[in-house]
T-cell receptor
């Protein structure tokens, strides 16, 4: 079972470069989310989606774009990378319904912006 | 807005010791509460959850009770093992799924043999 797959696992960018972090899930989940993890701050929500074609902002959306053209994929785009975006990024998915409140996480992408 | 506060880490214990990791939350209404665990180099995994007041979540010997009167969801285990070494996150969520979780800062736990 693949679950939630993120690529790449590691990436180094120069300030001002753009890139896309990929996220795919094979569980037919409606909900998908992107978080960033910084030391001492837990995980913070960047963007989320409740279905194909529907996205919304989380707590820290600035500098990031998302789209959801299919149920399976939820890419995160960094438009112009900044050192403040150095972080570990996690994608998560979950099913619908009050009984399905379990988020399944990918293994993360460690991004360094120099 | 919603927030979650966990006890400061890191926490270091000997094998078979009793574990408590404190978690309190601030939220309106009745969120669901979760404990997630992150092993080195991996993503987060759900450890246990509780969806209403007085519910007790349990898994792998860990327990936590949803206490609305004290807005707490403390994680406990009676006898820890070396394999429990990980980072533990308390979180709250709302709505139909788990697409908008609010996390505490995490507590790193190390168990020595």
């Amino acid at each position: 079972n693949a679950g939630v797959t993120q690529t790449p696992k590691f990436q180094v960018l120069k300030t001002g470069q753009s890139m896309t972090l990929q996220c795919a899930q094979d569980m037919n989940h409606e909900y998908m989310s992107w978080y960033r993890q910084d030391p001492g701050m837990g995980l913070r929500l960047i963007h989320y989606s409740v279905g194909a074609g529907i996205t919304d902002q989380g707590e820290v959306p600035n500098g990031y774009n998302v789209s959801r053209s299919t149920t399976e994929d939820f890419p995160l785009r960094l438009l112009s990378a900044a050192p403040s975006q150095t972080s570990v990024y996690f994608c998560a998915s979950s099913g619908q319904g009050h009984l399905n409140q379990e988020a399944f996480f990918g293994q993360g992408t460690r991004l360094t912006v120099v | 807005g919603d927030s979650v506060t966990q006890m400061e880490g890191p926490v270091t214990l000997s094998e078979e010791a009793f574990l408590t990791i404190n978690c309190t939350y601030t939220a309106t209404g009745y969120p669901s509460l979760f404990w997630y665990v992150q092993y080195p180099g991996e993503g987060l995994q759900l450890l246990l959850k509780a969806t209403k007041a007085d519910d007790k979540g349990s898994n792998k010997g860990f327990e936590a009770t949803y206490r609305k009167e004290t807005t707490s969801f403390h994680l406990e285990k009676g006898s820890v093992q070396v394999s429990d070494s990980a980072v533990y996150f308390c979180a709250l969520g709302r709505g139909q799924g788990a697409q908008k979780l609010v996390f505490g800062q995490g507590t790193r736990l190390t168990i020595n043999p």
